[in-house]
């Protein structure tokens, strides 16, 4: 390095230090680090974080908690819910009954994947976020249904927020309680969830387009996101609710209002077409009633996190069987009360699912044969008059007006109809369309071999014939 290289690379570094001396912007505390100490130090009192001056409410701190984040887990035979007393949440969801089409264990979400939480704002303007309080929990007790039940309290202001969870004895619907203490809120609460559906089945395609969101308004009127937009798709409901379900395919997570229906809902799903591992983004949001929440009994809602099916839905709340697609218009009827009884019925004798198809394929024939069988005589009485038809035509070959009067006096003679061949036919047609929408939505037919088909409810590649 020569001497004038030196020279200038000496006034640069000086020019650089001067810089950072005087325009670099003045250090601040490492908000992470001071965070970590308050969750680490569990007896340490929020207050001790920062001393407010005399007579200035500490707005800061409102809704900040001392203590470690801790997991709770609650079990029955077929839920495993994990709590996060960081926002006093259902954190996890494991379904201990099934697995994935890739023998894991079937997590219908997880912390790494979903996240619900809820956000008020009171009176005075303060906004207070649930996933920044660190709730105390309670040590889990008994049920009087002899299920278990867990409570997490936080401090808000000068009043508290209590979460009540209680998991059944046995079953998927799991009961919750939000009461406000001394908090006075100015508009409803918000609960969003933000669900990032994972792919759990064979046929991803199938497993993408079978997952949305339903929701049910207190009217009675049914809606869902379109299931198979690769489009992001947003609805917002401005109407009372009954319930919002995220369905998976072939589980569903939802909620349900049992004292009040929620205020309104904003329901979107995204798709990422390049991600096999996250097929699908589903969010909501759901407005809580304010009344409700501050009662002296609280909001009484209920979770539910099971199979889509309809034997069970059905009892779940007032049209959550409809979480379980079944075609739509007239299929849906078909299938409602035609398929769904009889494929119920036979269930209940016998084993194997790709029997019970046969049977009900067999048993749909056997119910249909009356049209059938007045097909097959319509066809067998136009082959008999296809000679003189035949003359007919041959007798009038450039007169097509008198050529079919003489034809219909034909069929009149001989008390034959050009339709009564496919009117029957016809008729038919909703029963199979409706069966063939029934098999891909039922649950039951799920990882159910049959021959060589390793799964019922998917369509089998021919490559795999024997």
């Known amino acids: 390095m020569d001497r004038n290289q030196a020279t200038g690379l000496f006034l640069i570094s000086a020019l650089l230090l001067v810089y950072l001396f005087f325009f670099s912007p003045k250090a601040e505390p490492d908000k992470n680090k001071a965070q970590a100490t308050t ?130 004895k046995a079953g998927y619907e799991v009961k919750y309680n939000l009461k406000l203490n001394g908090v006075a809120v100015a508009e409803p609460l918000k609960l969003s969830f933000v669900d990032n559906v994972r792919q759990t089945e064979q046929d991803l395609k199938q497993n993408r387009n079978h997952t949305t969101i339903n929701h049910y308004q207190a009217t009675g009127d049914h809606n869902a996101l379109a299931e198979a937009s690769e489009k992001p798709e947003e609805v917002t409901v401005n109407a009372p609710l009954l319930w919002a379900a995220d ?147 041959a007798k009038h070959p450039d007169d097509a007006a008198k050529t079919q009067q003489e034809t219909m006096k034909l069929y009149t003679q001989f008390g034959v109809s050009p339709l009564s061949g496919c009117v029957p036919t016809l008729l038919t047609l909703p029963i199979l369309f409706a069966m063939f929408q029934f098999f891909p939505n039922a649950i039951e037919l799920r990882q159910q071999p049959f021959l060589w088909a390793p799964d019922l409810s998917t369509y089998d590649n021919a490559i795999h014939l024997p």
């Open 247 to 393: 369905k998976h395919d072939f589980f569903v997570a939802g909620l349900v209002a049992d004292s009040q229906p929620f205020v309104n809902g904003q329901f979107n799903a995204t798709v990422n077409l390049a991600d096999s591992t996250y097929i699908k983004t589903l969010s909501t949001t759901l407005a809580l009633p304010a009344a409700d929440v501050t009662s002296a009994a609280g909001g009484q809602y209920r979770f539910f996190f099971g199979p889509n099916q309809f034997s069970l839905l059905k009892s779940v709340a007032p049209g959550f069987d409809r979480n379980v697609y079944l075609g739509w218009g007239l299929f849906r009827w078909v299938n409602r009360f035609v398929v769904l009884p009889v494929f119920t019925f036979l269930e209940q004798y016998i084993s194997s699912y790709g029997v019970i198809i046969l049977l009900l394929v067999v048993l749909i024939k056997l119910v249909t044969w009356p049209l059938t069988y007045k097909t097959y005589e319509s066809q067998a009485r136009m082959k008999v008059l296809k000679p003189e038809l035949d003359e007919i035509k």
């Open 39 to 168: 969750t680490t130090a569990a007896k340490t009192p929020a207050a001790a974080a920062a001393a407010p001056s005399p007579g200035i409410p500490p707005v800061v701190a409102l809704d900040s908690a001392a203590g470690p984040v801790r997991s709770i887990e609650l079990k029955n035979p077929e839920l495993t819910l994990t709590f996060s007393t960081q926002g006093g949440r259902v954190a996890a969801v494991r379904l201990n009954k099934y697995k994935t089409f890739f023998g894991k264990p079937l997590d219908l979400f997880d912390a790494q994947s979903a996240r619900y939480n809820t956000t008020l704002t009171t009176i005075g303007g303060q906004k207070v976020d649930f996933a920044r309080l660190n709730f105390q929990a309670s040590e889990a007790t008994a049920s009087a249904d002899g299920g278990q039940q867990v409570t997490f309290t936080a401090p808000v202001g000068s009043g508290t927020v209590t979460q009540t969870y209680t998991v059944p």
